[in-house]
């Protein structure tokens, strides 16, 4: 607790349009592999799963953001916005790989198999899902819909993690390590909301959220 409260002020002083700037390096960097023939026998197959796997592993870090503030003190509030908006982006890039390089833009074939597999119908329900919380990720929509709605409307991230996990682990057709952990990590930050806190917590965390924005 005490290295959060010294680490929060540090944290604050961040500014956060570094992650929307850090965002274009990924698929960038991907792109210039898959031309030039550093992605494997399939890069458009391996470009596919990586920006998918990248859109996951920020979900994880949003939903990362209140358990650490809960228990541990530490204030990354401010930064959730940003890595939620990037994790949509990756998600539609993700998507765009699949429907034009994949499918090369059929677009009634892709809608047949949105409807004949079960792991692309999680991914689209997924996306689908996040649409409005990216549309309302900005201080307008908070005053338009106001705080209580605003948040109950964001709480459609949880099903649509569960579901980008299990679209992952449902595509791997096996049980490997990694989309397990991916969904084990989701799970396990979704039911530590429901946790009491312990009141030296609850004070940490209440500090945390004190100072400048």
Same mark, same amino acid.
């Given at each position: 607790?005490?290295?959060?409260?010294?680490?929060?002020?540090?944290?604050? /002083?961040?500014?956060?349009?570094?992650?929307?700037?850090?965002?274009?390096?990924?698929? @960038?960097?991907?792109?210039?592999?898959?031309?030039?023939?550093? $992605?494997?026998?399939?890069?458009?197959?391996?470009?596919?799963?990586?920006?998918?796997?990248?859109?996951?592993?920020?979900?994880?870090?949003?939903?990362?953001?209140?358990?650490? /503030?809960?228990? %541990?003190?530490?204030?990354?509030?401010?930064?959730?916005?940003?890595?939620?908006?990037?994790?949509?982006?990756? @998600?539609?890039?993700?998507?765009?790989?699949?429907?034009? $390089?994949?499918?090369?833009?059929?677009?009634?074939?892709?809608?047949?198999?949105?409807?004949?597999?079960?792991?692309?119908?999680?991914?689209?329900?997924?996306?689908?899902?996040?649409?409005?919380?990216?549309?309302?990720?900005?201080?307008?929509?908070?005053?338009?819909?106001?705080?209580?709605?605003?948040? /109950?409307?964001?709480?459609? &991230?949880?099903?649509?993690?569960?579901?980008?996990?299990?679209?992952?682990?449902?595509?791997?057709?096996?049980?490997?390590?990694?989309?397990?952990?991916?969904?084990? %990590?989701?799970?396990?930050?979704?039911?530590?909301?429901?946790?009491?806190?312990?009141?030296?917590?609850?004070?940490?965390?209440?500090?945390? &959220? &004190?100072?400048? /924005?």
């Amino acid at each position: 607790m005490q290295f959060a409260q010294r680490l929060n002020p540090f944290l604050r /002083r961040i500014p956060v349009w570094p992650i929307y700037a850090l965002a274009f390096v990924p698929p @960038v960097w991907l792109l210039w592999q898959a031309a030039n023939g550093s $992605l494997g026998v399939d890069p458009v197959k391996a470009l596919e799963h990586r920006m998918g796997e990248l859109a996951l592993q920020l979900i994880v870090a949003v939903l990362a953001i209140t358990p650490l /503030r809960r228990y %541990a003190g530490l204030s990354l509030l401010r930064f959730r916005r940003a890595l939620g908006v990037v994790s949509f982006a990756y @998600v539609v890039l993700h998507f765009l790989c699949w429907l034009v $390089l994949d499918m090369g833009l059929l677009i009634q074939q892709a809608a047949g198999d949105v409807l004949k597999r079960p792991y692309i119908t999680l991914g689209a329900v997924a996306l689908l899902l996040m649409v409005p919380l990216a549309l309302t990720s900005n201080d307008w929509s908070v005053r338009r819909l106001g705080a209580a709605r605003w948040s /109950r409307l964001h709480r459609l &991230t949880y099903p649509a993690a569960i579901l980008a996990a299990l679209h992952y682990l449902w595509l791997v057709k096996a049980w490997p390590v990694e989309p397990i952990a991916y969904l084990g %990590a989701i799970l396990a930050l979704l039911a530590l909301r429901k946790l009491p806190r312990a009141p030296a917590a609850r004070a940490a965390a209440q500090l945390s &959220t &004190t100072g400048p /924005r």
